[in-house]
């Protein structure tokens, strides 16, 4: 197969490969770029591998970064522009299901395909176009087949996450995994234990945000994946009710979470924030989650959401809640919604017309908790449309806080 389009990213590359292949080498664009090319999606990272020692790649051109060069890959920089170029290699003794113990640089393209995952991955292609498929790849992209290059046993067994990648790209490409790739994933799934959670949850909010997130969820129930994810080692009856739900596909990564913490049996916000810690997720997530779970949780109560409520959401954790909850049917318009937030008196804590400067200056408190505590009222109170949002009516609104508090 030769491809006579190639996307623009391609073409801004080839001198790339042009230099390296003037100064007798070989050198091959690989990996996802190809595969995606292949099936019209767009690409991310151009990806070069070469037959050159990194050294010998280091004096082919004037600028380059040692990004890997332990695992033969360099970073050449060519009109503001970053290219991964990597040494053919192979790899032996993976004790730790991870990371080889042992990588050592070869001359031939052969060795370093093998090495990789499935066969889709396992194509290179020349400058000109033409696709270099030593593993039956094109027969797998054209199927919708994902095969494990070689021995899947032994593929899963240099790099476990790879049995994660394969149900996330079973959700993303909606392709079937092979009967022999399936049956190593699932008589190796503990491996996965092996895998820091960060490298795991990539894979598993990819497949979530997938083109066939059920496709995906399902080849991790068959293959008993799932019993090794955070928090999932019980909960089949969860990803069941996913894989149950109609054809869905959520926007953000942050809807994904929040759809399933909703259907995870979590009693409070602290469970929440305990769930969604073991999957290392970043503060902001979680804040965000949280804020979209306390509006599913007021939404599927009461059907609709009161001035607090709205205000302590905002409009980010306002949508995601509500693209959610009109998923599983409990939803509101989202114009109403956004318009009754718009309507609040104030959007903003910042934007109470009093701080605790002017309590102070009005020596209605001195410095403690009890100037938090006057200001949440008075906010509440604003919030409320109880007292305008003007200094003057606020003062005397906190004054009678603080007075009643000192009784």
Same mark, same amino acid.
């Given at each position: 197969?030769?491809?006579?389009?190639?996307?623009?990213?391609?073409?801004?590359?080839?001198?790339?490969?042009?230099?390296?292949?003037?100064?007798?080498?070989?050198?091959?664009?690989?990996?996802?770029? =190809?595969?995606?090319?292949?099936?019209?999606?767009?690409?991310?990272?151009?990806? *070069?591998?070469?037959?050159?020692?990194?050294?010998?790649?280091?004096?082919?051109?004037?600028?380059? =970064?040692?990004?890997?060069?332990?695992?033969?890959?360099?970073?050449?920089?060519?009109?503001?522009?970053?290219?991964?170029?990597?040494?053919?290699?192979?790899?032996?003794?993976?004790?730790?299901?991870?990371?080889?113990?042992?990588?050592?640089?070869?001359?031939?393209?052969?060795?370093?395909?093998?090495?990789?995952?499935?066969?889709?991955?396992?194509?290179?292609?020349?400058?000109?176009?033409? =696709?270099?498929?030593?593993?039956?790849?094109?027969?797998?992209?054209?199927?919708? *087949?994902?095969?494990?290059?070689?021995?899947?046993?032994?593929?899963?067994?240099?790099?476990?996450?790879?049995?994660?990648?394969?149900?996330?790209?079973?959700?993303?490409?909606?392709?079937?995994?092979?009967?022999?790739?399936?049956?190593? *994933?699932?008589?190796?799934?503990?491996?996965?234990?092996?895998?820091?959670?960060?490298?795991?949850?990539?894979?598993?909010?990819? !497949?979530?945000?997938? &083109?066939?997130?059920?496709?995906?969820?399902?080849?991790?129930? &068959?293959?008993?994946?799932?019993?090794?994810?955070?928090?999932?080692?019980?909960?089949?009856?969860?990803?069941?009710?996913?894989?149950?739900?109609?054809?869905?596909?959520?926007?953000?990564?942050?809807?994904?979470?929040?759809?399933?913490?909703?259907? !995870?049996?979590?009693?409070?916000?602290?469970?929440?924030?305990?769930?969604?810690?073991?999957?290392?997720?970043?503060?902001?997530?979680?804040?965000?989650?949280?804020?979209?779970?306390?509006?599913?949780?007021?939404?599927?109560?009461?059907?609709?959401?009161?001035?607090?409520?709205?205000?302590?959401?905002?409009?980010?954790?306002?949508?995601?809640?509500?693209?959610?909850?009109? !998923?599983?049917?409990?939803?509101?318009?989202?114009?109403?919604?956004?318009?009754?937030?718009?309507?609040?008196?104030?959007?903003?804590?910042?934007?109470?017309?009093?701080?605790?400067?002017?309590?102070?200056?009005?020596?209605?408190?001195?410095?403690?908790?009890?100037?938090?505590?006057?200001?949440?009222?008075?906010?509440?109170?604003?919030?409320?449309?109880?007292?305008?949002?003007?200094?003057?009516?606020?003062?005397?609104?906190?004054?009678?806080?603080?007075?009643?508090?000192?009784?």
């Amino acid at each position: 197969m030769i491809l006579d389009q190639l996307p623009i990213e391609f073409q801004q590359a080839k001198p790339i490969i042009e230099t390296i292949e003037a100064a007798g080498f070989d050198a091959y664009f690989v990996g996802g770029s =190809v595969r995606d090319t292949i099936l019209g999606q767009p690409i991310h990272d151009v990806d *070069i591998a070469t037959s050159a020692f990194p050294a010998e790649v280091k004096k082919l051109f004037k600028r380059t =970064v040692d990004t890997g060069i332990e695992h033969g890959t360099v970073m050449i920089l060519d009109h503001g522009q970053g290219y991964e170029t990597t040494t053919f290699r192979t790899e032996s003794g993976y004790q730790d299901f991870r990371r080889p113990d042992q990588v050592t640089f070869v001359r031939s393209l052969k060795e370093d395909l093998k090495r990789r995952d499935f066969t889709i991955n396992a194509l290179a292609m020349r400058a000109n176009g033409e =696709v270099i498929d030593l593993f039956a790849g094109l027969t797998d992209l054209q199927n919708g *087949i994902l095969r494990a290059v070689g021995v899947a046993e032994e593929r899963f067994h240099e790099d476990a996450l790879r049995m994660m990648r394969a149900v996330r790209f079973a959700s993303q490409l909606g392709f079937e995994i092979e009967p022999v790739t399936r049956q190593a *994933i699932q008589d190796n799934a503990e491996l996965l234990t092996k895998i820091a959670i960060e490298r795991t949850r990539v894979e598993w909010e990819k !497949l979530l945000m997938g &083109t066939e997130p059920k496709r995906g969820l399902t080849a991790l129930l &068959t293959t008993g994946l799932y019993r090794y994810l955070p928090q999932f080692a019980d909960q089949r009856a969860v990803l069941a009710q996913l894989v149950a739900l109609p054809d869905w596909h959520l926007p953000t990564i942050e809807s994904t979470w929040t759809l399933l913490v909703w259907l !995870l049996p979590l009693p409070n916000q602290a469970a929440l924030r305990q769930s969604l810690k073991a999957w290392k997720t970043s503060n902001d997530l979680i804040e965000h989650v949280t804020a979209a779970w306390l509006v599913l949780t007021a939404l599927k109560a009461n059907g609709h959401l009161t001035a607090p409520e709205l205000f302590n959401a905002g409009t980010a954790a306002l949508t995601t809640a509500n693209t959610v909850a009109n !998923l599983l049917g409990f939803g509101q318009p989202m114009s109403t919604l956004l318009a009754d937030y718009a309507a609040l008196p104030i959007q903003h804590k910042r934007d109470l017309a009093i701080n605790g400067g002017d309590l102070l200056k009005n020596h209605l408190v001195t410095p403690g908790p009890q100037m938090g505590q006057i200001l949440a009222q008075t906010l509440l109170a604003v919030v409320q449309g109880q007292v305008p949002n003007e200094s003057k009516q606020l003062l005397d609104f906190a004054r009678m806080v603080a007075d009643t508090k000192s009784d």
